[in-house]
DNA sequence: CTAACGTGTAACCATAAGGTTACATTAAAG
DNA sequence: CTTTAATGTAACCTTATGGTTACACGTTAG
């Protein structure tokens, strides 16, 4: 972890509903098989397959070949550095210097600083 | 927020080492115009709009105009509301009921659990 | 008013994502 | 040993990503 590629590899891993679900299903069933955990999805088999394989790409998921089926686990280590980053990184703000533009974000109307003039039509807001 | 396709948004945006720095770079200086955001990256101005589209779809800048420039903005709420998500999702296994799987993260080679065959030529973990 | 500057838009290109079906491989059961 | 079941691989398709260059648009400065 810590490398930017690493933090690309969970953050994109994480950037898919289906692949956020099979942690959770997989945090609910530890040790499940491909097969199973598989039809727990609409899309086929492959498909899921190639989720998992971004998930143990990122380190989210490991597993370990039991006979002729391979048991799959959660791994939170990812997560944890991840979340480590991001608190040390932005805690200075979550303390609440942001407040002024956190207000922007939630009414995008009125001006973050006192020198920024007032929109006029642009209202190209995030989304 | 708490809505799938808005956690999709938020971390696709964070999946790229570029749009991470520019949050990085907007966060130390707030209020940067979009140009010279762009002459920090090596990619052309076009390039760097694209990846603030996709932060501000995602919440995670927010923009002013300001005459015919534009003042960019890091929000903090959508990582806000992405970490309470996971600290509560997966606090129980912060806790340490994970402790096994977490080691066999890390030495990839014992069985997670008793009744597990140990591998004999797969060898496939989590790259 | 005109020129220059900062942004935004359009059109295009190469590659990666996400999905499919069909086939190969390995291990357990009969 | 042959069949069946679980997983893995290959080839292919469609759409999204990330990037480019060229051009249009609105705003400030001469």
Known sequence: M?????MDAVFHALAHASR???LDILTARPGLAVGALASEFDVSRVAVMKHLAILEAAG??????????????FNVVPIQMIHERWTTQYSAYWAGQLTRIKYLA???TAPPSPQAKSRKKGERDGS
Chains 1, 2 share one sequence.
């Open 106 to 108: 939630e009414s995008a």
């Open 60 to 73: 989210l998921v490991v597993s370990e070949p039991d006979g002729r089926s391979r048991r799959l686990y």
């Open 2 to 6: 810590q490398d930017d590629r690493d």
């Open 20 to 22: 956020r679900r099979m």
